[in-house]
């Protein structure tokens, strides 16, 4: 008699876990197990996604599963247009084990709360495995106990943890050049002049170009310009990206780091955020990379610890917030902010040239840098008094880097302050000076950045003031706002009225 097959396993890879030794791999095996995955209405709806997105995460899952299959895995590859697509990624899972009659299931946490709440749920009714996503260098117990030792946790003490546990720019105990972060040192505005490197770009091959056409036929309403699409969609590109960033731009990456250019809109960044989130580069990985490039010398150290920070400090950070404070974190709403997100975030239609070259640069390329993100959209959409959730979900939608657990906390609390200061100490709010010191923006604006109220004044510096004012309850006794209720305190009476005033009125054009 022959023994019969054990029954496979089904191994499922979601579309931001294209790591080849992700951990529902290592507990399989190729020469039995089935491995899932599913292009699926669920995930593409849940917020409108960008379409240079999705192209980006179908491409990138295409690629994966041919990689898969190279390493004698079977992969059942559900394309969105298949006619048996069962809409959601829990379907896709039952169909799958019924199909081909598997015992067990595995698949790694997903990175969302929402995913993992459906996931648990299957669990109660099939032999479902969550395996720990072990692709951080923190894992979320040990960030839980960091968390809830802390009465006030703050990143710079977590980030500094964390250089001592990955030994990445240590001499012995201490930090190396002797300072933990040379923040002071990477603030410069943008010299005219100034040239910057072009960012790595991939040519789509067949595969690209099959997705590309299934997303021009299955979004077309979706936000964002799909062509050119330049994405890396491999290891092997992620890779290139990546060593193309440390050559070219590394070295200035520091100085920079916070200066916004008109024609410019990747100026010294990486953007490597959305290989890193689909698991196409390994954090640690990047950061040794960039280590070396400082000990060979190519790199100066504000640049290197500016950018390993940013990865072991903040990333790690805010996926740690994030799965200590959800699912209640979406709600928070400290100011009580209940205004509609302007129709312009979608359409770029507004006369503030800030706000359109930067909503212009979200729709072509599905990216903007960080202070972009949080001095312009997220700035104005908190002095305006825009509802958290609605600036949350526009983020979520419309970066090809936004997964939630990274795109929350940076909106919902770094940007929008509606945690109350749980992740940062003081709100995030500027006035149009701050722009115009950092960009070269308010040159091409029909308002005047140098007038503070009146109709031709930049709305942002009437907008600032206001808010102030009116969440004085809230943020009065905030000692680190000391300076800024001082100088609203002497201000002249006639003009804080005028201030209210020229906020009411503008306020009222955006509904
Ligand atoms: P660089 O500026 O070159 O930085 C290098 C790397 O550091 C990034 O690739 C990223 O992995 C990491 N990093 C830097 N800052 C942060 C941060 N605050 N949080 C987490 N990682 C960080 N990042 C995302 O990856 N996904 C998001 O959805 C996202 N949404 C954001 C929303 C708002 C309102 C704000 C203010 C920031 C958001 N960020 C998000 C953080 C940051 O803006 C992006 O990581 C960065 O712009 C990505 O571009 P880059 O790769 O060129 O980054
Ligand atoms: C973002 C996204 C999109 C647009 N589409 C898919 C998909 O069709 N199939 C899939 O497995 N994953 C997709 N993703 C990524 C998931 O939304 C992501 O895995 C979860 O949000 C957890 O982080």
Redesign the pocket.
């Known amino acids: 008699m022959t023994k019969p097959l054990p029954s496979p396993n089904l191994i499922v890879?979601?579309?931001?876990?294209l790591s080849p030794d992700i951990a529902a791999l290592r507990v399989g095996d190729p020469q039995q197990d089935i491995v899932l995955?599913?292009?699926?209405r669920s995930?593409?709806d849940?917020v409108p996604?960008h379409k240079k997105?999705?192209a980006f995460?179908?491409s990138a899952?295409r690629h994966f599963a041919e990689t898969l299959r190279q390493r004698s895995w079977t992969v059942d590859y559900v394309a969105?247009d298949a006619k048996s697509n069962c809409g959601s990624?829990t379907s896709e899972i039952e169909r799958a084990a019924a199909e081909h009659g598997c015992g067990r299931i595995y698949c790694t946490e997903?990175?969302?709360w929402?995913?993992r709440n459906a996931f648990e749920q299957l669990a109660k009714h099939m032999t479902l495995e969550i395996l720990e996503d072990d692709r951080f260098l923190c894992n979320q117990e040990d960030f839980g106990t960091w968390w809830k030792g802390r009465r006030q946790p703050r990143m710079e003490h977590f980030y500094r943890e964390m250089r001592r546990k990955t030994d990445l720019l240590m001499d012995g105990d201490k930090p190396v050049g002797g300072r933990w972060n040379f923040d002071s040192d990477n603030r410069k505005p943008p010299k005219p002049g100034l040239t910057f490197p072009e960012p790595q770009r991939f040519n789509p091959d067949a595969i690209t170009h099959n997705v590309l056409e299934l997303v021009d036929n299955c979004f077309p309403h979706n936000f964002g310009r799909l062509k050119p699409f330049w994405f890396g969609v491999t290891q092997q590109d992620a890779q290139a990206a990546l060593d193309h960033f440390v050559t070219v731009a590394l070295p200035d990456f520091g100085d920079y780091q916070d200066a916004m250019v008109q024609h410019s809109p990747f100026l010294f960044h990486a953007l490597i955020s959305l290989y890193l989130n689909v698991g196409l580069l390994d954090p640690r990985d990047v950061c040794v990379r960039a280590e070396a490039a400082y000990r060979e010398g190519s790199v100066p150290l504000n640049a290197a610890e500016g950018f390993i920070r940013q990865i072991i400090g903040w990333r790690e950070y805010i996926r740690g917030l994030y799965w200590q404070e959800m699912p209640s974190y979406v709600d928070r709403n400290i100011f009580c902010h209940t205004s509609p997100l302007p129709t312009f975030y979608w359409t770029g239609e507004t006369e503030l040239a800030c706000l359109n070259i930067c909503i212009k640069q979200t729709h072509d390329e599905a990216y903007t840098h960080h202070i972009q993100r949080l001095m312009v959209t997220g700035n104005f959409a908190m002095l305006a008094g825009i509802e958290p959730k609605a600036v949350h979900e526009w983020y979520l939608a419309v970066y090809a880097d936004a997964?939630?657990?990274v795109e929350l906390p940076n909106t919902l609390g770094m940007s929008q302050h509606a945690d109350g200061g749980l992740l940062g100490s003081k709100p995030y709010a500027a006035s149009g000076n701050y722009i115009n010191r950092m960009s070269d923006y308010c040159g091409s604006c029909r308002y005047n950045v140098k007038e503070k109220t009146g109709p031709n004044a930049c709305p942002l510096n009437y907008l600032y003031w206001d808010f102030f004012d009116r969440n004085r309850d809230t943020l009065g006794g905030n000692p680190r706002l000391t300076q800024v209720y001082r100088t609203w305190d002497r201000m002249e009476s006639i003009r804080k009225v005028t201030v209210r005033e020229d906020a009411k009125r503008f306020l009222r054009t955006l509904s």
């Open positions: 890879i979601l579309g931001d876990q995955m599913a292009e699926v995930e593409t849940y996604h997105k999705i995460i179908f899952m969105l990624l997903p990175g969302e929402r995913l997964f939630e657990w």
